[in-house]
């Protein structure tokens, strides 16, 4: 069984990914990066991207995430509060545990495909 089946197949993996998405488009930390752009297409590339990665029959059909992310000046700690925000919206959701700690490891290997600081760290 695949963690997407565990987690509850479509429904259950698209109420994720709404909390989430919302939660980041609100949040006053990051959220301005996402000031016009429509959510409900985030929505769908978030869904397509972690359906894919949870083991589901999806594919992502957007850019490549190093090209999507390049104009932005993301920084490690906003890439950090993104991981956080996912973090806490699978913990309000029920995702078992294994099954977070897969999904928030591989998050953080495309730390630098996203970040555009050196190394992709925090920098003191």
Excluded at 16 to 26: A, Q, R, S
Excluded at 91 to 112: C, D, F, K, Q
Aim: net charge negative.
């Amino acid at each position: 069984m695949s963690d997407f089946d565990e987690l509850g197949g479509e429904p259950a993996l698209r109420a994720i990914i709404d909390d989430f998405v919302d939660t980041v488009f609100d949040d006053p930390m990051i959220g301005f990066f996402f000031r016009g752009i429509d959510r409900r297409r985030i929505k769908e590339l978030e869904y397509q991207h972690a359906a894919e990665h949870l083991g589901a029959d999806v594919s992502y059909r957007g850019r490549p995430l190093g090209q999507a992310h390049r104009a932005h000046r993301i920084m490690g700690g906003q890439f950090a509060r993104r991981s956080k925000l996912l973090e806490q919206a699978l913990a309000r959701h029920g995702v078992p545990e294994a099954i977070a700690a897969r999904w928030l490891a591989h998050t953080e290997s495309l730390r630098p495909e996203i970040t555009q600081d050196p190394g992709g760290q925090c920098n003191d």
